[in-house]
């Protein structure tokens, strides 16, 4: 399965228009947050529209910049995973919105034990089935990064991202982890065994990563990541 990976978009919608051919290619599309531009809530709606035309099979979640009633508009266009654990092609897919607090001047900030408590869904099933395998098929969608290498760094040397987050991931080790949020931390990393992606700001930056996955008899693996510029 081949996944376009998209996050923070920021109502620069016009970008996604340049981008019809990967659209075509992609077998679903993960968009880590941020429809919005900051501090103009309204213009995420517009973003939801623009992207929803470009595909059918889009999994989403809530940025800092998004008011929380947006949540609304994504599920009547069937693209949330908030809160969420949804399946689809054998692919399990979980997500959890909004960005730790910083300024406390964006639309969706929260605790980081807030933030991981969107994952309870994930643990409850987990614990219900006993199948623990469901893990290694899991993709995690969080606006609000972990700490990781750069990815979650504004300036190469601090650090925003969770390290709750973190040891959530390896503790349980999934399958591939989205973010976004930190425009600069653009990349590719692993935590463990987990591949986590930063594609950085497509609405700011243009960037973009191919995810690919498959399924052979020892379960779903990452064949492949590449990050892109448009």
Not at 110 to 128: M, T
Not at 192 to 214: F, H, M, R
Request: net charge negative; with cysteine; charged share 25%.
């Amino acid at each position: 399965m081949k996944i376009l990976v998209i996050s923070d978009l920021h109502a620069n919608n016009e970008v996604l228009d340049k981008m019809d051919d990967l659209f075509q290619q992609a077998d679903a599309v993960i968009f880590g947050g941020d429809f919005a531009e900051c501090f103009k809530p309204e213009t995420g709606k517009g973003a939801l529209e623009a992207l929803c035309t470009k595909h059918d099979t889009i999994f989403s979640v809530l940025g800092n910049c998004d008011n929380f009633e947006f949540l609304g508009d994504m599920e009547e266009r069937d693209v949330s995973i908030e809160k969420a654990l949804v399946f689809h092609q054998g692919l399990a897919f979980a997500g959890a919105g909004g960005g730790t607090f910083f300024t406390g001047k964006t639309e969706f900030e929260r605790s980081e034990d807030e933030i991981l408590s969107d994952f309870n869904i994930v643990l409850n099933s987990v614990k219900d089935t006993g199948d623990e395998s469901l893990w290694k098929s899991l993709i995690l969608v969080s606006h609000n990064p972990p700490i990781c290498g750069l990815l979650d760094s504004f300036d190469g040397e601090h650090h925003a991202g969770s390290q709750k987050f973190t040891d959530f991931i390896k503790e349980h080790q999934p399958l591939a982890v989205v973010c976004g949020h930190i425009h600069e931390g653009t990349g590719i990393d692993k935590i463990g065994d987990t591949v986590v992606i930063n594609p950085g700001s497509l609405g700011e930056k243009g960037t973009y990563v191919w995810l690919e996955v498959e399924k052979n008899d020892k379960g779903w693996t990452v064949t492949n990541t590449q990050l892109n510029t448009l």
